[in-house]
């Protein structure tokens, strides 16, 4: 199984809202990281997860807050976002340790509007 | 920190045709440079990656090749076909995967 996991697949928000963003892998990889996607541009990092610990914050906003409560759950909790937060929100895992870097696999993503 | 150039940002070729994208590095440090390809509604895909002690890599109809002394790598995809149609990314890692800016490739039959 080399799959991730991401639900849901489209979210619309209002900028009051609170909702979270939940992604699931279940390849026993240890580093998992989310990674914000505009139109037409590349991912850009947001986070990294290694061991269940946070790793590496891109300077995001606090409105944005990673959540990781096991190792094959990361959770994108989110409040008071702005309409320029709206895109493709993107989760990704890889091993870990040494021998790396390794691959990353991509979740599906998801759809982000805030209204 | 790394910064990676991509070029170019659109590629039309016919279908059998091959197609070629080049990116550049500016982190001497980086040393794993792996290729993506993300179709419509999809998240990026890895197709390729290649690491600093190698030269070139294949797989099929897909090469990598790396020059660490100019800090240039570039994607080859031969025999093209309509399913190539993609946006595809390079990118290079050092402590976290930095990606170029895209390439909107489009396989005409």
């Known amino acids: 199984d080399t799959e991730v996991t991401q639900t849901p697949k489209h979210l619309v928000m209002g900028m009051t809202n609170k909702k979270s963003l939940k992604c699931e892998q279940h390849?026993?990889?240890?580093?998992m990281y989310w990674y914000k996607q505009k139109a037409k541009k590349p991912p850009e990092l947001m986070f990294v997860?290694?061991?269940?610990?946070?790793?590496i914050n891109e300077s995001v906003p606090s409105r944005f807050s990673p959540e990781c409560p096991n190792s094959s759950l990361l959770n994108l909790h989110l409040h008071a976002l702005q309409p320029e937060d709206s895109a493709l929100y993107l989760c990704?895992?890889?091993?870990?340790?040494?021998?790396?870097?390794?691959?990353?696999?991509f979740g599906p993503g998801t759809r982000l509007t805030v209204t | 920190g790394e910064n990676v150039e991509q070029h170019p940002s659109t590629l039309s070729v016919q279908e059998g045709d091959s197609a070629v994208i080049k990116c550049t590095y500016s982190d001497s440090a980086s040393n794993y440079f792996p290729w993506y390809k993300q179709e419509l509604g999809k998240g990026p895909q890895l197709i390729i990656d290649?690491?600093?002690?190698?030269g070139e890599k294949k797989d099929q109809r897909i090469a990598v090749t790396l020059n660490k002394t100019a800090k240039h790598f570039s994607l080859h995809i031969t025999e093209t076909q309509p399913e190539d149609s993609a946006v595809y990314f390079c990118?290079?890692?050092?402590?976290?995967?930095?990606f170029g800016p895209g390439t909107s490739l489009s396989v005409i039959p």
């Open positions: 997860y290694s061991y269940e610990k946070l790793s």
């Open positions: 990704a895992s890889s091993l870990q340790g040494a021998g790396g870097p390794y691959e990353q696999y």
């Open positions: 290649i690491r600093s002690n190698v």
């Open positions: 990118a290079a890692y050092y402590d976290k995967v930095i």
């Open positions: 390849m026993g990889h240890r580093a």
